[in-house]
């Protein structure tokens, strides 16, 4: 058998895998942080930044977003995209030692949401989750939200009106 005979068959099933892996695999962890940035003419600022220690909020910016920058409103939102090209929410999910490790990411991973996903969530919140099939780094559907890391399940209630929003 000529060798690229063997690579012609591994390969598809090697890359197939990594689909499989984003379409039956749910991702599970912890959410250790929240944060957003705006982007303007290539240059990203950090607005604010929320883990279990500290809330950070730009000086720039903290009339603006008050003593709640865990949550932000639509009007707060159009505000900063007025101010930024772009403004991005991001969640860091220490991810779980109890998933299924042939695929599964492992350790801290900081992902995209949206902010309907970064207002609904609070650090020490455990999650599961599925990500982008084109962009591992987004989550696109939230499937389980819990407080206790026992709690948590593969599938249950979410009581966010639309994660992907």
């Known amino acids: 058998m000529k060798r690229r005979t063997v690579l012609a068959g591994v390969l598809p099933f090697l890359q197939g895998g990594r689909w499989l892996d984003q379409l039956l695999l749910v991702n599970q962890g912890e959410i250790v942080q929240k944060r957003f940035v705006g982007i303007a003419e290539g240059e990203t600022t950090e607005i604010a930044s929320i883990d279990n220690d500290e809330t950070t909020v730009s000086s720039k910016h903290e009339g603006q977003l008050g ?21 991005q929410f991001q969640v860091t999910v220490d991810h779980a030692d109890g998933t299924i490790n042939m695929f599964s990411r492992t350790g801290s991973v900081e992902y995209r949401a949206s902010r309907t996903l970064y207002n609904g969530v609070t650090v020490g919140d455990h999650i599961s989750f599925q990500t982008s099939l084109l962009n591992r780094d987004t989550i696109i559907s939230l499937s389980c939200l819990a407080k206790e890391e026992e709690s948590l399940q593969r599938r249950c209630r979410v009581d966010i009106e639309d994660p992907t929003g």
């Open 67 to 87: 003593q709640s920058p865990g949550e932000i409103s639509t009007a707060v939102a159009t505000s900063l995209r007025e101010t930024y090209d772009s403004v």
